[in-house]
């Protein structure tokens, strides 16, 4: 996970934006005067992100008997993602990660907004800015409607936890042709148990292992030529300081991205230093 500045957006200000052009002024009447329960449930959002604990913010059906649960949805889907004002907010949280890469999985592009509690559950919190996350397709699909029951089943959320102070991921080289990498959550011994569960549920909610071995293969491929050439002229040792350089380099921009646990796994696995990446 990719650790972001959180919006700062007013979310009693961004619910009024979205229903400002709303046609139906009866319905917007009453949206208006549920703007202080909108603030409050920011409040109390914000109050959940700093204990971590966000599941013991509890589900609403509805707006408070004033509006319906999917009057609230429909803020969101019609004055915020359809082309009206509040798009504009909703694209400048879209577009915050740097390069477009998904803060969920630290590899695919950015595509649409996912709610870290589900607005389905979670009404009042539909266009809340600390609520919605810049996710790609495949995290947002995996996401859905999932909201954790308790302090070890919720997944990192990247506007309040930051767990890149050290390395917790790590990988292991599984001699074959092609050359495959495993990789697994190792975190310092030092963490307390809720963040070590934490940190391995976001791994295994979105499927992570998976998709940097399916990566890692395609990078062993890529540079399996080069290091054949390496090892030809210069030796084993050549190999691992090369693989040393490409991990301090990759650690230098993301200490727990995949390509440093693989680089680093890679520089010390005897088998594949001496030519094991050529089977």
């Given at each position: ?11 009693a200000q961004v619910f009024r934006t979205c ?130 029951t308790s302090a070890k089943d919720q997944t ?86 090369h693989l040393q350089e490409q991990a301090k ?31």
């Open positions: 996970m990719r650790k972001m500045t959180k919006p700062t957006d007013d979310a229903i400002s052009n709303m046609q139906d002024q009866e319905l917007k009447q009453r949206l208006e005067s549920i703007v202080a329960v909108i603030a409050d449930a920011a409040i109390g959002f914000e109050s959940a992100a700093v204990r971590f604990g966000f599941y013991q913010i509890p589900r609403t059906n509805d707006g408070t008997g004033i509006v319906t649960k999917k009057e609230l949805i429909d803020v969101y889907d019609k004055g915020m993602v359809q082309r009206s004002l509040g798009r504009v907010i909703y694209n400048k949280i879209l577009m915050a990660p740097p390069f477009g890469i998904c803060p969920l999985c630290g590899q695919r592009t950015v595509s649409s907004l996912d709610h870290y509690l589900p607005k389905s559950h979670y009404p009042v919190l539909a266009v809340v800015p600390v609520n919605l996350i810049p996710a790609c397709a495949e995290c947002n699909k995996i996401k859905s409607e999932k909201f954790p990192l959320h990247p506007y309040y936890d930051d767990v890149d102070s050290e390395c917790w991921l790590s990988a292991k080289v599984l001699q074959g042709s092609p050359v495959a990498l495993l990789f697994f959550v190792k975190p310092p011994e030092e963490w307390c148990e809720i963040k070590v569960f934490r940190v391995k549920h976001h791994f295994e909610s979105f499927h992570l292992a998976k998709l940097y071995a399916s990566h890692s293969a395609v990078e062993v491929v890529d540079i399996r030529a080069s290091l054949g050439n390496l090892l030809d002229h210069a030796g084993v040792d050549a190999v691992k300081n380099s990759r650690e230098a921009a993301h200490i727990n991205s995949w390509k440093t646990a693989m680089y680093r796994e890679l520089a010390i696995n005897e088998w594949f230093c001496s030519g094991g990446f050529r089977e």
